[in-house]
């Protein structure tokens, strides 16, 4: 097969050159709203819309029935230099209904404030019942060929390149809820194949609360607000919640991974992605293998600690949206690997002990190693969120040749829910023919009008078999590539409402996570469950959690017990013996620091040749650094010009990964606590140190970010009150020294020896 075309994959050096241009004439930092910069007077000149931002991109322009278009991507959105109507007509004026006289009545009439108004109270569909809140972004995958003897999929084969769009969202929340709250990340990937759409529906974690669709209503209705009060958002501490698990007790391997770190991702760039169901391949010879989909980031798996997300969502609740957009703006792509773990396709669907059709189970990496199968990179950002993102439609039975599903009863429910959701969310059952949801494969499906058709069908005989229309469209075969569900037998059984035995145990796997954590992790584990358990109001929950947890680990329920104030109970079961598994730590690795944010703090006196040598040093490291100072506008302009990013006013420690320090601000005019809450520290000022600065580097201190300073720079850390020789932290006297020292301490993503476990 040939290679597939890729119009994003071809845009990617154009947007890389955008941007290295867009560095060499200063506008190096993210984030700029519109693609050139406003006038201070309100434009009067006629003219067209503007282009998109280099970073942006729309769906590809496919017709409605799956054929290339050719129309470029500027002409399916509106053009023209004049206000005009939905049908076109120009407008003089929206700014004032028609009325009978200045003061009089408005009219009727008004045909342009009716269509204005009623576009207005319909523009919103309503929002997903889970994962409302999402971010996406259009990428490019390319299949490493590895594939090749365990599935016939095309878009897999070797060096072939196929649109993606993937859309990262949070479970539980509304469309305005944060993005850092502790909750499951959704990982939908839709990749546009020559053979038809596939969608990998996936989740941040590789387990689920569940066993089986029909308890899906049950554990989002409980994880939802409570239905009296509407609170609390987008979060399981509550009564609710916890009621429901520690009744249901196969859902405490997913809430462990949940109260775990992995339940705050850093960035949807280090987020690992899991299928978590296990799909069934077939090969070109018929031969077919069961899989289990991972998505592993290049960046690493990382995530925030419980203050730091905590501070985020209050500070900056669009945190990981606005991570994903700018490091794609700044051209630092983020990738991920796609790989597999494989097994057997035997009668009974078991591995090693572990039941391959229960959602609720992994497999360690360590018994079955994940190969990676192909390479996915991110390389353009939505051109409009509603169009793109909020309409994107993902269908776990968008299958092509060579991928088929299994018995799991969540995903056969799966199967089910998510087509039944689009019906409901997009209007009717036409929501295929939305631009972002096109196939980049013909279409003659014979399925006719509905709600939002916007195809014009031609033929007078949608059915078949017929004559009138010359007898298309016609079947194909498997050698014509024909989409064949494996032939699987199934067995004669009666009809029961059961589950398999081995979906039984609940707690041998949740014990595994638990012993594969490091002691860092879990002391971060024990530390969710009593804040999630404290938060709940009734004492018989908690008691019951606690009988839950003594289940998985007798220290970990004893240390939860205690910050509880409960007596710690005996176990129902014996724990189980297991083998941990290192895979499953995120702590340990070295990884690459593309994309990361370094905050530079100058007092703009100080060494401006300094913050050059570092400003330039952390960009071409492939890092993003934020200028941070007193008050905003332009540093040094008698020499090179510094432009200011961050103010001590609006600047927190959460932006950043890192921070260096130029020198020790002294404190600015608007350091006090009538006008900025955060300069309210007496010792700071005493001190002569703007007290945000200080704040600044406390936070960052107790978060684990590397820290380093050169020259006068050494006042600030005394002003934080660092030990000398604190971990993490780096002091030189040369600025050349020192962001080399911070670069290989962001390698590990945090100075891990900040966070020293209890004795």
């Known amino acids: 097969m040939s290679e597939k075309k890729n119009p994003l994959s071809a845009a990617a050096d154009k947007v890389v050159e955008k941007v290295q241009e867009a560095v ?40 409605p029935t799956g054929q290339e278009t050719g129309i470029p991507q500027k002409q399916v959105a509106q053009g023209g230099e004049r206000l ?14 028609l009325k009978a006289g200045p003061r009089g009545p408005v009219l009727l009439q008004d045909h342009h404030l009716r269509e204005k108004i009623t576009h207005f109270d319909h523009e919103r569909i309503p929002e997903r ?64 194949t020559d053979e038809g759409v596939f969608d990998l529906v996936g989740n941040n974690m590789p387990v689920f609360f569940i066993q089986d669709a029909i308890k899906f209503p049950d554990i989002i209705h409980a994880g939802k607000p409570h239905p009296d009060r509407e609170i609390p958002q987008a979060q399981s501490a509550h009564d609710t919640f916890w009621d429901f698990v520690t009744l249901h007790t196969e859902a405490t391997h997913h809430t462990l991974w949940n109260m775990s770190d ?43 600690v419980w203050e730091e997300a905590q501070i985020t969502a209050g500070v900056d609740p669009d945190f990981h949206r606005r991570d994903l957009a700018d490091a794609i703006e700044a051209g630092a792509f983020p990738e991920w690997e796609l790989g597999v773990q494989t097994f057997p396709d035997t009668e009974d669907q078991m591995f090693e ?72 969310r997009l209007g009717g059952p036409n929501f295929g023919q939305l631009p972002i949801n096109r196939t980049h494969a013909p279409v003659n499906d014979m399925l006719r009008d509905g709600m939002h058709q916007t195809a014009v069908h031609r033929g007078v005989a949608p059915y078949r078999p017929n004559s009138l229309d010359g007898g298309c469209p016609f079947l194909a075969g498997a050698e014509t590539g024909a989409y064949i569900e494996v032939p699987v037998e199934v067995p004669a059984a009666r009809k029961v ?103 530079i703090v100058t007092s703009g006196t100080d060494d401006m040749d300094g913050v050059r040598e570092v400003r330039r040093a952390v960009l071409d490291a492939g890092m993003v650094p934020l200028v941070v100072a007193p008050t905003g506008g332009t540093l040094d302009e008698a020499g090179d010009p510094v432009t200011v990013q961050r103010t001590f006013a609006t600047a927190r420690s959460v932006e950043f990964d890192a921070i260096v320090l130029a020198g020790a601000p002294t404190p600015a005019g608007d350091a006090y606590g009538a006008r900025d809450a955060k300069a309210d520290d007496d010792a700071a000022l005493a001190l002569a140190i703007d007290p945000r600065l200080v704040l600044m580097l406390t936070e960052a201190y107790r978060h684990g970010k590397a820290i380093g300073a050169w020259g006068e720079g050494a006042a600030a850390l005394e002003a934080a009150g660092f030990p000398e020789g604190s971990a993490g932290v780096v002091f030189s006297e040369a600025p050349a020294s020192v962001l080399p020292a911070v670069t290989r301490l962001l390698g590990g993503h945090r100075a891990w020896g900040r966070f020293a476990p209890a004795l």
């Open 24 to 63: 060499r004439s200063g506008n190096e930092i993210p984030g700029a709203p519109a693609p050139v910069p406003p006038s201070v007077d309100e434009p009067t000149e006629p003219a067209g819309p503007l282009p998109p931002k280099p970073d942006q991109s729309g769906p590809d322009t496919y017709s």
């Open 84 to 97: 005009t109507t939905a049908q076109g007509a120009r407008l003089y004026d929206t700014d004032h209904s």
């Open 129 to 192: 019942v889970v994962h409302a809140r999402g971010a996406a972004a259009h990428g490019v995958f390319r299949g490493y060929g590895a594939a090749a003897g365990i599935t016939k999929a095309a878009f897999l084969a070797e060096g072939i390149e196929t649109p993606v769009f993937v859309r990262f969202s949070t479970v539980l929340g509304s469309r305005g809820s944060a993005d850092t709250v502790r909750d499951t990340r959704g990982f939908a990937t839709k990749f546009y």
């Open 262 to 304: 992995r339940g705050i991702p850093r960035s949807y760039r280090m987020m690992e992605g899991f299928g978590v169901h296990t799909f069934r391949l077939v090969n070109a010879e018929g031969a077919t293998t069961l899989v289990k989909f991972h998505w592993k980031p290049k960046l690493g798996v990382h995530s925030l």
């Open 353 to 424: 002990g572990i039941d391959l059709l229960d959602p609720t189970k992994i497999v360690p990496e360590e018994l079955a190693p994940v190969r990676p199968i192909g390479l996915m990179t991110l390389n353009a950002n939505p051109s409009n969120y509603f169009a793109e993102t909020e309409q994107v439609a993902f269908h776990v039975g968008h299958l092509v040749p060579g991928i088929d599903v299994t018995n799991d009863p969540l995903m056969q429910g799966r199967l089910f829910s998510y087509l039944d959701t689009q019906i409901t």
């Open 497 to 599: 409402r059961d589950a398999a035995a081995s979906f039984d145990d609940h707690f041998s796997q949740p014990r595994l996570f638990w012993l594969s954590m490091s002691p860092t992790e879990r002391e971060h584990i024990v530390a969710a469950y009593t804040f999630e358990l404290g938060k709940c109001w009734e004492t018989a929950i908690r008691e019951r959690a606690l009988k839950v947890l003594a289940n998985i680990d007798p220290d970990l329920c004893a240390q939860v017990a205690a910050g509880l104030g409960l007596p710690v109970p005996e176990p129902t079961v014996p724990p189980a013996v297991v083998q941990p598994s290192p895979a499953l730590s995120q702590l340990g690795g070295d990884w690459p620091v593309k994309g990361r944010t370094v905050g």
